[in-house]
Structure formats: structure tokens, C-alpha cells
């Protein structure tokens, strides 16, 4: 494997649309449960437990070689809110552009073919991850530190936040986003045991409430 | 020096410095409109369409601070049906949008090229922002960089990469001139100083056929673009 190729993946800069998209950050900022550092590091934290863990398994699952197409429907069935659905298969075709440039690979060419609308972003993810010849637990890092790193990017620029308290609270989620990463890894080596059920489920109501909600505003900085 | 790939672009999957897509079919041409809040983006691009869209297929793509707004005004007044333009959200970054990850961009772009196959032109705005924006060549063909006098008759010695090297600079509100003090003709020294034989509009977009020379140079190269086509 290939560290850069990690760090490339899990860039920020990586140019795969995440920018536009605050993770849900901007409606729990409108509805005041996000206002300052404590309650972005909560918001992080509830995402990357809830939300990230289920993303991250997908992504390990996809890096593992299941079936993208079995995790494409997993995906679905993993998120009931049609808002959210529409946006990780938005991003699923912008990280599938960045991906297919980036570290090209027939798995890519193939689900790129079969899903022309765009497959869920956290399977694209874990497909590029292969491609660069990396692990499922690597795909799985990357996922988790996103759904925690995303969200933290949008309050800097949504509240005025001090970067520097942002990046302070990425670092106090390490030890977790690794946890994370780590369980969601453990899940997709099951699946070819138990099947496609063994990968992480765990939701987050609110979240998809005010996704839905989201999608409706007429004015909005973020496209989620 | 810098040598190429043997093969040239041998993984390209954007697609945009080609006239053709991947089928084999002609694409439009992507001109990208920049330059600072309220220096006449949307105006611009409202009477290009008003002026080009007898000749020409047409879409607009915008990238709104706030989303939405700059597509509605365009909406209001009709200058093209709804279906022919689209409004890409930016997160607060309307640079990055155009320019860093232009992933977004591209996907109306080609949303657009394929729901109204042939399409001649997407006009692509960005959002208001800075001189240091400007339009990555994988996302537009050619761009125009918008200012008016009204905000500083020395922002063409200023610089900055928009001013610099836009393909056109469009200098709009020259009516306005006399009222806030600025000097066109320093203006149009400080633009020769900065863009050397790029070429420069003066005009004002609210008089009868202002955008009349604009949309002169749009059509130029959508000419040599379906020249370049046709080969």
C-alpha cells in the first residue's frame, strides 16, 4: 500500500465535490444546536458514531471486494431520507470523476457503468481505495475522518469558528475516528460469513429530519 | 522543460479541452464569467442570452453565494426557459467551486449537454468574489472577467489573475464614470499595462445593445469552435 496515496484520498483538497456539502452542519447550526466549539465537537462526535460508522463499513466492504452493486443497495437501505440518498449519490459521481482520474481501475469502469446516475460516495470511496492499493481499514479511515472532518470545515466557515479550535477538536476525535474505522473494517471482513447484514446500520433521526429539511430552504450556502 | 506523456492524456475523463465528447459528438462551447460582487455578472449573461439565443442553443450554470438568486433574477426576466438553467451551491467558497473542485460545475455542465442535446453554449457565472478568481481551464473553454468603474478606477492596475488573464476583460458602468470620479482612460492604460494584447470591452450593460460587443466576441468563438469541430 501506498500512504500518500491514503492522504491524497483523504484530502480535503481532493477535488470530489465534499467542499460544497456541510455533512448537515448548516441546519443544526439554523436550529442553534450547533453554535459554538463544544456543541460542533458533539455534533462531530454523533455523526462519526452514527452516521461515519455506517459509511466507514461501506467503504471497507467496497475496498474488501464485495459486490459494489449489494453495497450500493445496503446503502439505500441504510438511508431512508430521499434528500441524503440524492446527495451521496451526487457525490458518489463527483468522487467516481476524481476517482477514475486519479487511481484508474476497472472496478471503477464498472460501476461507473452500471450506476451512470452515480453509486452512494462511501462505495466509490472504497472502490478508489483499492485502486491504490489500499486496505479496507484505510478506505474505513478515510470515510470516518471525512464525516467528522466535513461538518467541522463547514461551522468554521458558517460560525466565524477559530480554525485552530476546529482542527484541536479533529484532533481530540482521533483516538475515536480510529475506533470507528476499526469496527467498521471488523464488520465488512464478516460479510463474506454473514452476509451484507454483518455491515454497520446506526443512524441518526435528526440528521435525516433536517437533511429533508435542508434540501427545501430556498437560501443556503451548502448543497447539504 | 517539461515533456508530455508519450501518449497524450492517456486517462482523460473530463473531457473539456476537447470539442468532442467521449461519443464522438460536438460539445458546447463553456465560457466561464467572473469578477467581483455586483460588477454586472448576471446582466451580462442575461443580455448575452437576450442577443445570442435566436443563432444559438443556450444553457446557464450559476454559482451563487446564496444559491438560487442570481438564477431566479435570470428566470424573472426570461431570457431562457427554466429548463435551461441550472444553479450550482458553492459552500461559501464560490472560488473553489470554479477553479479548486470544479466537480460540481462539470456535472451541470454535462447535465445540461445531455438533457438539451445540441446545446452550442453554457454560459458558466461564477459567484461574487475576488481578483484572484479565475475559471479552471478543465471547467471552461474561454472566460470573461466583469468589473465596473463604479468600484475603483484603479482596480486594472491592481492586477490579479482575473484582471491579468481573462481571455476578455469587460469593463461595465462606463455611464456611471463621471459621477464617482473615474478615469476611463487611466483605466484603459493600467488594462493595456496588465493584459497586453488580451482584449478589453469598455461599455455600459444598461444602454441600448450594450453588450453588443461582447456578445460579438462570444460569437467569434463559438465560430472557431465549430470550425475546430467540423475537422
Known amino acids: 500500500m501506498s500512504r500518500a496515496a491514503l492522504l491524497l484520498l483523504a484530502d480535503g483538497r481532493f477535488p470530489a465535490g465534499g467542499h460544497a456539502h456541510s455533512g448537515g452542519v448548516e441546519a443544526a447550526i439554523a436550529h442553534q444546536a450547533v453554535h459554538d466549539t463544544d456543541s460542533l465537537e458533539a455534533f462531530c462526535r454523533g455523526r462519526l458514531h452514527t452516521t461515519g460508522l455506517t459509511m466507514a463499513g461501506l467503504a471497507a466492504a467496497a475496498a474488501a471486494g464485495v459486490d459494489p452493486l449489494l453495497l450500493d443497495d445496503a446503502a439505500d437501505a441504510r438511508t431512508p431520507a430521499p434528500a441524503l440518498r440524492a446527495v451521496a449519490r451526487r457525490l458518489g459521481r463527483q468522487m467516481m470523476r476524481a476517482a477514475r482520474a486519479t487511481f484508474p481501475s476497472e472496478d471503477l469502469e464498472r460501476l461507473a457503468a452500471e450506476r451512470p446516475q452515480g453509486a452512494h460516495q462511501p462505495l466509490v470511496l472504497g472502490l478508489a481505495a483499492r485502486a491504490a492499493g489500499l486496505t479496507p481499514l484505510d478506505a474505513a479511515h478515510a470515510a470516518a475522518y471525512e464525516n467528522a472532518g466535513g461538518p467541522a470545515t463547514a461551522a468554521v466557515r458558517l460560525l466565524s469558528l477559530d480554525p485552530l479550535d476546529a482542527s484541536g477538536l479533529l484532533a481530540r476525535l482521533s483516538s475515536e475516528t480510529d475506533a470507528v474505522a476499526t469496527a467498521a473494517a471488523q464488520a465488512a471482513d464478516r460479510v463474506a460469513a454473514e452476509g451484507i447484514d454483518a455491515l454497520p446500520s446506526a443512524s441518526s433521526p435528526l440528521l435525516d429530519i433536517t437533511g429533508e429539511q435542508h434540501a427545501a430552504w430556498s437560501v443556503r450556502l451548502f448543497a447539504s | ?231
Open chain 2, 1 to 231: 522543460m517539461h515533456l508530455d506523456h508519450p501518449v497524450t492524456m492517456p486517462q482523460r475523463h473530463t473531457h473539456s479541452a476537447e470539442p468532442l465528447s467521449a461519443d464522438g459528438t460536438r460539445r458546447a462551447l463553456r465560457v466561464g464569467l467572473g469578477g467581483p460582487v455586483g460588477s454586472g455578472k448576471t446582466a451580462s449573461v442575461a443580455a448575452l442570452c437576450r442577443t445570442l439565443r435566436e443563432s444559438w442553443s443556450i444553457a446557464v450554470v450559476t454559482n451563487d453565494i446564496y444559491t438560487r438568486e442570481d438564477a431566479e433574477y435570470l428566470l424573472r426576466e426570461a431570457v431562457l426557459p427554466p429548463e435551461r438553467i441550472t444553479a450550482v451551491e458553492t459552500g461559501a467558497c464560490p472560488h473553489t467551486a470554479i477553479r479548486d473542485d470544479i466537480s460540481a460545475n462539470l456535472e451541470a455542465v454535462e447535465h445540461l449537454e445531455e438533457t438539451l442535446h445540441p446545446l452550442d453554449l453554457v454560459l458558466v457565472e461564477s459567484g461574487g468574489d475576488n481578483l484572484t478568481a479565475t475559471f479552471s481551464k478543465g471547467l471552461v473553454d474561454v472566460q470573461v472577467f466583469v468589473i465596473d468603474v463604479s468600484s475603483g478606477d484603479d482596480i486594472p492596475r491592481k492586477g490579479g489573475p482575473g484582471i491579468t488573464t481573462a481571455d476578455l476583460l469587460l469593463v461595465n458602468k462606463t455611464d456611471l464614470a463621471p459621477h464617482v470620479g473615474a478615469d476611463l482612460a487611466t483605466m484603459a492604460d493600467d488594462a493595456k499595462r496588465q493584459r497586453g494584447d488580451l482584449p478589453v470591452i469598455f461599455t455600459s450593460l444598461t444602454s441600448d445593445d450594450g453588450i453588443r460587443e461582447v456578445a460579438d466576441w462570444v460569437t467569434a468563438h463559438l465560430t472557431e469552435w465549430h470550425a475546430k469541430a467540423a475537422v
